[in-house]
């Protein structure tokens, strides 16, 4: 069965520290990790990986993919509170005959001035 | 704004009944998609229309069932309801039929079972 597992479930940091958010995958035919923001609201698009080392980057948020090792981290530098969030990850797979987006549970993260 | 928009916001009916969710699509896409966010599962995919056609499949119930119209609108049907169907339903859009990076996400309809 297809599985996504992320870490860890909840972070609280101060405004201005670096965070690292974690998501591991076990998904047959892979296509794409993509990470989203969940606010108070509907999740929005943050990046979309596909192949591994390269590092996708926006501002103070970057990820990166191990295509290897089977997981990807989301980099969050100098936070601020309105990064406060559920980061989800979410992995697509290829042509699959069970779902083709399997979301994990998400990172609460918590940013206090 | 999303340009997404799904009515009611929020529903509350007891056990056994039917419900029907409604999305609007943004103007000009093509794919609309299922979710279901609740506390235990997290968020899930249900099902994807594209044009009309069923495109992809998730973990839908049977119970469950969806049609995407002409007019590309799209309709979730929820029956036989059971308390453990309370859950958070998004409806997302996007223009093509692999588009996952650019999906938007409606505000959601809040689906509360007694």
């Known amino acids: 069965e297809d599985k996504v597992v992320q870490s860890p479930l909840s972070l609280v940091v101060h405004e201005g520290d670096t965070v690292t958010l974690n998501c591991s995958y076990e998904v047959t035919n892979f296509r794409s990790l993509l990470w989203y923001k969940q606010e108070k609201k509907a999740p929005t698009f943050l990046f979309m990986l596909?192949?591994?080392?390269i590092e996708k980057k926006s501002g103070r948020l970057s990820s990166i993919l191990d295509k290897k090792e089977l997981f990807s981290i989301l980099n969050i530098t100098a936070t601020q509170t309105g990064d406060s969030a559920v980061y989800l990850c979410?992995?697509?797979?290829?042509?699959?005959?069970?779902?083709?987006?399997?979301f994990g549970k998400g990172t609460r993260l918590s940013v206090i001035a | 704004d999303s340009g997404v928009t799904q009515t009611p916001k929020h529903l509350i009916t007891a056990t056994g009944q039917r419900v029907t969710l409604r999305c609007s699509p943004r103007s000009g896409d093509l794919s609309v998609y299922w979710y279901q966010q609740s506390l235990d599962q997290g968020l899930q995919f249900l099902i994807q229309y594209y044009n009309g056609e069923e495109r992809a499949k998730g973990n839908i119930l049977e119970r469950f069932s969806a049609q995407q119209f002409p007019d590309l609108h799209s309709e979730l049907n929820l029956s036989s309801l059971e308390l453990g169907d309370s859950a958070l339903y998004f409806c997302?859009?996007?223009?093509?039929?692999?588009?996952?990076?650019?999906?938007?996400f409606g505000p959601g309809t809040r689906l509360t079972v007694l």
């Open positions: 979410a992995v697509e797979a290829r042509n699959s005959g069970n779902t083709p987006l399997v």
């Open positions: 596909t192949s591994s080392g």
């Open positions: 997302a859009s996007s223009v093509g039929v692999h588009s996952y990076n650019e999906q938007f």
